[in-house]
């Protein structure tokens, strides 16, 4: 089956850890993004690539990095930077990124980071 | 900048309709989305509508859209539990650089 899988389900960071979750798609989606739900406040985007070795910041970029070394893979670190790191993540994905004007998104099961 | 605006919640009896209202201030969006997100998962699209649409149906779910208020709403008719989630709407501008812009979601809580 075709999809998107986010892992782990849950995950625990201490106080100075990175921790890196993982986004993979099988679709062979162009696009991938990056997105944080914290509640009452909707989905905030992290970060987006739209092809394999090319990303953008999005809305709250501060204190996570990411890689797009392969098509179907979008690794997010949350690094030590991010004070604030609890929330649910949402990975997604589109099959041809922001130039395709209908551009429906393809979420993963999330990944629920808490802290320590 | 662009926002879309959505109340946070809306509590329905199981059988009564449910209206979600969206408003969205880029004239320029083309598509509209409405996503459902069920507790712990992820959002999944359940329709959209272009921008040169009025209304558009499927099933239980009607979408309508007044492009000159920038206003769009989801009805959910026969609302039943299993229609208890948070719905998100958003919006693709016509410039087509940006991701979807997504609203803060309505939670709607079925009751019994």
């Known amino acids: 089956d075709g999809g998107i899988t986010q892992s782990p389900k849950y995950l625990f960071r201490k106080e100075g850890q990175n921790v890196t979750l993982s986004c993979e798609q099988n679709?062979?989606?162009?696009?991938m993004y990056w997105y944080r739900q914290d509640p009452g406040q909707g989905l905030r985007l992290i970060y987006y690539s739209q092809i394999v070795n090319d990303f953008q910041k999005g809305d709250i970029a501060e204190g996570y990095s990411v890689s797009r070394e392969k098509k179907e893979s979008f690794p997010l670190t949350v690094t030590s930077a991010q004070k604030n790191p609890t929330a649910f993540y949402l990975c997604?994905?589109?099959?041809?990124?922001?130039?395709?004007?209908?551009?429906?998104?393809?979420f993963g099961s999330g990944t629920q980071l808490s802290v320590l | 900048g662009e926002d879309v605006e959505q109340s946070l919640f809306l509590s329905v009896r199981e059988g009564d309709s449910s209206v979600i209202n969206c408003t969205y201030t880029d004239s320029s969006s083309t598509y509209l989305y409405w996503y459902k997100q069920e507790p712990g998962a992820g959002l999944q699209l359940l329709t959209y509508?272009?921008?040169?649409?009025d209304m558009k149906q499927d099933q239980r779910l009607t979408v309508l859209l007044n492009k000159k208020d920038k206003h769009l709403s989801l009805r959910i008719a026969d609302t039943q539990t299993g229609d208890s989630a948070i719905y998100f709407c958003?919006?693709?501008?016509?410039?087509?650089?940006?991701?979807?812009?997504f609203g803060k979601g309505t939670r709607l809580s079925v009751i019994a």
């Open positions: 997604a994905s589109s099959i041809e990124g922001t130039s395709v004007l209908n551009e429906k998104l393809f």
């Open positions: 958003a919006e693709i501008l016509n410039s087509g650089n940006t991701p979807l812009v």
């Open positions: 509508i272009f921008s040169n649409m």
């Open positions: 679709l062979n989606h162009d696009a």
